[in-house]
T-cell receptor, first 115, second 117 residues
């Protein structure tokens, strides 16, 4: 079945450091890929997405490129801020026989940015 | 606020009691999902509705769980005879059906925390 493996945390960085959170996936076909962010006590917010190979998703300074050859979708940001502290989830979307656009999530990576 | 709305946000219940959560999706979103998230894990799919039809259920959804979406708008998730292992955050999400769009966004609510004591 589909699965997502992402870098285990927690990850602690200083403000303005470079961030990479690794994500690889296993899926049949060509899934769409997503990064969601979860701030303390809140639900999931979509951060960025890519729907086909070589697409780059970007938002709020974060970027991720859909790499089919390495089945990866690593999240990067050039200069992190304290406000980026959250849990980040990589996810893939597959479509079932019932038309269900089901998301399969990784276990999440907790990011803490210290001033 | 036009986002996905869930209530109650927090529920503490004794083992063996029944609980019900409600989800109001984004207006005109045909698709509605329930996910469960336990501490330190990513959300796991529970069930999916297209309009009022429940089209798919995960094996995670035991017989004690039932979900409805009677008029194709709001949905309820009921857990009967709760067990401590049911303690988790229950997330509702919705998305539109847009023909020809391959990157539909699934929007999540803030979740309903359940603690079974």
């Amino acid at each position: 079945g589909d699965s997502v493996t992402q870098m285990e945390g927690p990850v602690t960085l200083s403000e303005e450091a470079f961030l990479t959170i690794n994500c690889t996936y296993t899926a049949t076909g060509y899934p769409s890929l997503f990064w969601y962010v979860q701030y303390p006590g809140e639900g999931l917010q979509l951060l960025l997405k890519a729907t086909k190979a070589d697409d780059k998703g970007s938002n709020k300074g974060f970027e991720a490129t859909y790499r089919k050859e390495t089945t990866s979708f690593h999240l990067e940001k050039g200069s992190v801020q304290v406000s980026d502290s959250a849990v980040y989830f990589c996810a893939l979307r597959s479509i079932s026989n019932f038309g269900n656009e089901k998301l399969t999530f990784g276990t999440g990576t907790r990011l803490t940015i210290i001033p | 606020d036009t986002g996905v709305s869930q209530n109650p946000r927090h529920k503490i219940t004794k083992r063996g009691q029944n609980v019900t959560f409600r989800c109001d999706p984004i207006s005109e979103h045909n698709r509605l999902y329930w996910y469960r998230q336990t501490l330190g894990q990513g959300p796991e799919f529970l069930t999916y509705f297209q309009n009022e039809a429940q089209l798919e259920k995960s094996r995670l959804l035991s017989d004690r769980f039932s979900a409805e979406r009677p008029k194709g708008s709001f949905s309820t998730l009921e857990i009967q005879r709760t067990e401590q292992g049911d303690s988790a955050m229950y997330l509702c999400a919705s998305s539109p059906i847009e023909l020809g769009e391959s990157g539909n966004t699934i929007y999540f609510g803030e979740g309903s925390w359940l603690t079974v004591v």
